[in-house]
């Protein structure tokens, strides 16, 4: 039974946005006070050859990244995450719900008797670090990786991106032993980021559910409601098809903000259903580095659910029990 105030964050960044240093362990420690069971942070591999462009706002490559070096950023990334003092879970039943929510009622009960211990999920964003090494994905999933992204701003080997020209024209053959060699992990494929040609060939060779951790659905006619990082509803129904989750995304919301959030996971949840929708808010990047930069206001997207005449049981599922679905499914 999964509280229905317990949220998990399926894309985060948390307390490391920068390309070195150690965790901000104050950002972590907002979980706990946010209701926040587990938070999925993500190493991004092509971090050092992207910025963010001063005009528009988005991410661009700036160059290719030297043999090697985005496996040793990946390990950095991890490494910092591993030595910032909190649990890393390996397996669904190591994210344990809390027995008595002192966020939401301080005085419920005793601090002595509160289980509440909030948990990292190992998680990388690109596959840049293989270099045509599948068995590099072995060995992130035995370090604890529980989760890896095709793509991300780099047109890898292993598919085309969706904020670039397609190179490749979907999927490649690489990219289809990637996608096998982590169902047989037991590690979640993350397609965002991926072309949509891409996905096709994801869903086709896939055998377990997949997400779209951090994503909008398209909305012609909105304020960057043609953003190149938006779905389509085609995108969104092969994500839904294998059985995964799409995760509502915040960081490009420059005028909607927190609200905006709010209002696209409601999208979300028209097009799609219920069971197949997340929060993946890719804190703290873009407009989340000052509306969202760590996990506080999180309880307000539970409120705002709730607010809004959802069910308990509805609550639950897109704020945790649908990612956790995927999780399980995934690990069996």
Known sequence: MIPPHMIIDMHTHAGRPRRTGDVDRAVLATMRPGG??????????????????????????????????CLACVEGYLDSFERAGMRIAREPDEIRPEACPRALDP?????????????????????EFLEGDLDRLDAMAARGVRSIQ???????????VQTAAPVHGGLTAIGAGAVRRMNRLGVIVDVAHCSEATVKGVARVASRPFLCSHANLQEPGHPDGDHPRYISLD???????????????????WQEKLPGL?????????????????????LPAGIAQTELPDFAR???????????GMTAEEVAKVCAGNWLRVFRAVRA
Do not use: Q
């Not at 971090?47 to 490559?61: A, F, G, N, S, Y």
């Not at 005085?107 to 596959?127: F, H, K, M, N, S």
């Not at 999180?298 to 809004?308: F, K, N, Q």
């Open 150 to 160: 095709l793509t991300h701003y780099l047109v890898n080997e292993t598919g085309d």
């Open 262 to 282: 709010i209002r696209h996971l409601f999208r979300l949840i028209d097009a799609v259903g219920v069971d197949h929708v997340g929060i993946g808010t890719d």
């Open 107 to 127: 005085g419920a009960c005793p601090r002595a008797l509160d289980p509440w211990d909030p948990a990292l999920v190992l998680a990388i964003e690109g596959c």
């Open 235 to 253: 995108y969104a129904r092969m994500v839904v098809e294998s059985g995964g989750v799409i995760g509502a995304w915040i960081s490009v919301l």
């Open 298 to 308: 999180h309880p307000e997207i539970a409120a705002a659910l709730r607010e809004r």
């Open 36 to 69: 926040v069971a587990a938070a999925v942070v993500s190493a991004i591999a092509d971090l050092p050859m992207i910025r963010r462009h001063p005009t528009t706002k988005r991410l661009e490559k700036v160059r290719d990244p030297d043999p090697g070096e």
